[in-house]
């Protein structure tokens, strides 16, 4: 058992925690295995398979009306199968209700886009703008949502904001039919000015100062800068990390945020605002886990994920979201089956929730990789006896 030789060959992963002893938990994570499915299988995915996660969520609901994966798996394959439009609504709303700040919960960006529009028609425009935002943080560079997020915003009389969110679609692709909306919406582009003088004097003034350690003069200087160019990025996200590296955490915050209102989405911007509320302790954690999970929306590389997973599952460890930990670091250990910090971090939070079965996978995977302490062969050896697997436990 403790041999690495033989971890490649078992099958350790895949089914750690069966449906059988984990009931309620692992019916939900498989709901959530359907969907994944179903998503894979193109923008409407194949009606057997969206009628299957239907079903599912149906099922899971009688036992769990309350749960808010449930009830957003519910209404997203409702949308999926052309369902009520009441019913999805009401399903939306509930689970959007009962969503847990902790665990970073969102709706995701189809039925964002769909409550946004709905909220659009319904001249709820405040509504309206906070569902578009947030199907642009689960999937950035939306085309679907910028152009109803600037439909907003004109409404709302924000036509700078608004002229800003076309041009993005148009620079990235020129034969939107974002064109035509700049005439719909009358945000007709105005003349670009060539850059002001003053402007890269600024800019040119901040990253001297940046180089020569004058924090407080660099800040300045970008701040100023960007006065005359307000959406301007790339120097937004230079003071942004200026004032992080400084240790100004609370000025970090405010102007990453701004970066988020220029680039909706933005990987960077997320991961560092998920890392300052995080800092903050528990007054941030619920900010922290919504950021990560935002971050997470952007599809990172492998590493990366692995990463944000474990400083969101530390973030609600630290506020006794122990079960949402859980979850977090189970899928991180299916992508990272090698990663022994991971388990070594899961083992740490079965223990804090009692689950032997989990506790006893996490040490049969760290024996594999060859990384028992004594402390760890002994329980090992103890819950393999209790569950009567009395020859192997002889060998611990």
């Not at 689970?95 to 964002?112: I, P, R, V, Y």
């Not at 160019?229 to 990453?256: E, H, M």
Request: charged letters at 30%; proline letters at 3%.
């Amino acid at each position: 058992i403790a041999s690495k030789n033989t971890r490649a060959t078992e099958p350790i992963v895949a089914g750690l925690w069966s449906t059988e002893k984990h009931g309620e938990v692992d019916g939900v994570a498989e709901l959530e295995r359907l969907l994944r499915r179903a998503e894979r299988a193109g923008p409407v995915g194949s009606e057997w398979q969206w009628q299957e996660v239907l079903a599912s969520a149906r099922l899971q609901l009688s036992k769990s009306r309350d749960d808010p994966i449930v009830l957003r798996c519910t209404a997203r394959a409702l949308l999926a199968v052309g369902g009520d439009d009441a019913e999805i609504r009401e399903y939306a709303r509930r689970a959007a209700d009962c969503g847990s700040g902790a665990s970073g919960f969102t709706l995701g960006h189809e039925l964002h886009t769909y409550l946004g529009v709905h909220c659009e028609k319904e001249k709820d425009l405040a509504g309206a703008e906070r569902h578009f935002a947030a199907a642009l943080n689960s999937r950035p560079g939306d085309e679907t949502a910028m152009l109803g997020l600037s439909r907003v915003l004109s409404q709302r009389g924000e036509k700078a904001r608004a002229r800003q969110m076309v041009e993005q679609i148009l620079a990235t692709n020129p034969n939107s039919e974002g064109a035509l909306r700049l005439k719909e919406l009358g945000l007709e582009s105005e003349p670009r000015p060539a850059e002001s003088a003053d402007h890269a004097t600024l800019l040119a003034r901040a990253q001297d100062s940046a180089r020569a350690g004058d924090v407080e003069e660099a800040a300045k200087c970008f701040e100023q800068a960007l006065k005359i160019q307000p959406a301007d990025a790339s120097s937004t996200a230079q003071l942004a990390a200026l004032l992080r590296k400084a240790g100004k955490n609370q000025d970090a915050i405010v102007w990453y945020k701004r970066l988020l209102d220029i680039r909706p989405g933005d990987y960077d911007s997320n991961l560092n605002l998920g890392q300052l509320h995080a800092a903050r302790g528990t007054s941030g954690a619920s900010q922290a886990i919504h950021y990560f999970r935002s971050a997470l929306q952007s599809r990172p590389s492998m590493k990366e994920t692995r990463n944000i997973a474990s400083q969101m599952a530390t973030v609600q460890c630290s506020i006794g979201s122990w079960r949402d930990a859980h979850l977090s670091l189970e899928a991180a250990v299916r992508d990272c089956p090698e990663d022994v910090e991971l388990w070594d971090q899961l083992l740490t939070v079965c223990e804090k929730l009692e689950d032997k079965i989990g506790r006893l996978q996490c040490l049969r995977r760290l024996a594999q990789l060859g990384e028992m302490t004594a402390k760890r062969r002994q329980d090992y050896g103890e819950l393999l006896l209790a569950d009567g697997q009395v020859v192997e436990a002889r060998e611990q």
